[in-house]
Each structure stands twice: as structure tokens, then as C-alpha cells.
């Protein structure tokens, strides 16, 4: 059975700032604002996550291979493979990425260039020691 697609039509009031970007402001919800967690997602996690889907449908045959990817998503093949390279690392390293903590202001601790050298080894001991030596020159910021 199959659905004819549905279109939503509604009005939101917003006021246009700059080039007529209109910026739109929730009101405040009824709950406390603790329940919404603070700062953002660290851009290697979310990256980690994008690379584990990505290779998920590329195993499940929805996209044939990682240049139709690449195409799909306007992006250059190597782009693709520099965030499938995560899938490399370790477990434990995977599991740490995903992980991390949020980051509330600044830079985020870790980003994907410092862990390009980690995914051209092949072995998860070295991936290891490498990721030791990672968190000791970023001091306490990494969970360990």
C-alpha cells in the first residue's frame, strides 16, 4: 500500500534580519530548561555516526559503492574515504568518539585530522598507543 506524499502548509512568524534571513525564535517550553542537554555534539562523533549509517547502506546494497555516495552527497571520493577511514579504528577508540563529551564553548577537543594517522595503521595495538599519546598532549579535555 502505498501513500501519496503529504504537504504541510504553515505559517511561521519570524522577523528577517541581514540579507532577508528570517530568524525564527522557539518559545519556551513548559518544562525546565535541564532537560535540554547544553553545548553540541563534537563534529568527529557526528562524523563517526554519518561514517557507521553510510556503511551500513552501502552493506545493505541501497547505494552500490562509495563514489555513488560520494556523487549523492557533493561531495569529493576522497572526503568520503577520509570519514569512512573511522570505521578503522579500534572499538574501544569508536566507542570514545562517539562518546565524547559535549562541547559547551571553543573548539572541539579531537578533530578528524588528528585521527587520519591512527586510521592508516592497520594494527588496533598501535591504533591504541597512538590514541594514548593523542590524550596526553590534550591533557584532561579527552576521556580516558
Not at 49 to 54: G, M, Q, V
Request: hydrophobic content about 45%; charged content about 25%; some cysteine.
Amino acid at each position: 500500500m502505498t501513500t501519496a506524499p503529504r504537504t504541510v502548509v504553515c505559517t511561521l512568524r519570524g522577523r528577517r534580519r541581514g540579507r532577508g534571513v528570517p530568524v525564527f525564535r522557539y518559545a519556551a517550553a513548559s518544562e525546565p530548561s535541564a532537560s535540554i542537554p547544553r553545548g553540541r555534539v563534537p563534529r568527529v562523533s557526528r562524523l563517526l555516526a554519518l561514517a557507521l549509517r553510510l556503511d551500513e547502506l552501502v552493506r545493505a546494497g541501497v547505494i552500490v559503492d562509495y563514489a555513488t555516495l560520494a556523487e549523492l552527497a557533493h561531495v569529493s571520493r576522497a572526503r568520503i574515504s577520509q570519514i569512512m577511514n573511522l570505521l578503522v579504528l579500534a572499538p574501544d577508540i569508536q566507542e570514545t568518539l562517539l562518546f565524547l563529551p559535549r562541547t559547551e564553548r571553543g573548539r572541539d577537543p579531537i578533530h578528524l585530522r588528528q585521527l587520519q594517522p591512527l586510521a592508516a595503521v592497520l594494527d588496533w595495538r598501535e591504533h591504541r598507543t597512538l590514541w594514548r599519546t593523542l590524550q596526553a598532549s590534550k591533557g584532561p579535555v579527552l576521556p580516558g
